[in-house]
Nanobody, 123 residues
Framework: VRLVESGGRLVEAGGSLRLSCVAD????????MGWFRQAPGKEREFVAI????????YYTDSVKGRFTASRDNTKNTVFLQMDTLIPGDTAVYYC?????????????????WGQGTQVTVSS
């Protein structure tokens, strides 16, 4: 499955962004979708994961209460609404698709990745 992210840009601290990730493969509902981010000089880190049906969603602690993941399986799209952004959220954001069991938080368990979209939060 091919994934394409969009929505990243420069935003001031306290602002909001909505990232989108569109998949062009079939059976999108069969994939759990994860959001990850990677800041310069740092490892790629887990942000959120949403199950295929959208009924289960988990977040890393640093974004709980500020970020909301959702998906529209009729449009093969997953979203990441990011509110109350802080400079520490600055990173390239990636969506990824997992076609196995469970809802993994580690990048190695994801077979498909988008190209990433840059989010920069200014102070």
């Amino acid at each position: 499955v091919r994934l394409v992210e969009s929505g990243g840009r420069l935003v001031e601290a306290g602002g909001s962004l909505r990232l989108s990730c569109v998949a062009d493969g079939r059976a999108f509902r069969g994939y759990a979708m994860g959001w990850f981010r990677q800041a310069p000089g740092k490892e790629r880190e887990f942000v959120a994961i949403i199950s295929g049906s959208g009924s289960e969603i988990y977040y890393t602690d640093s974004v709980k209460g500020r970020f909301t993941a959702s998906r529209d399986n009729t449009k093969n799209t997953v979203f990441l609404q990011m509110d109350t952004l802080i400079p520490g959220d600055t990173a390239v954001y990636y969506c990824a698709a997992h076609d196995g069991p469970g809802l993994p938080w580690t990048p190695d368990e994801y077979a498909f990745w988008g190209q990433g979209t840059q989010v920069t939060v200014s102070s």
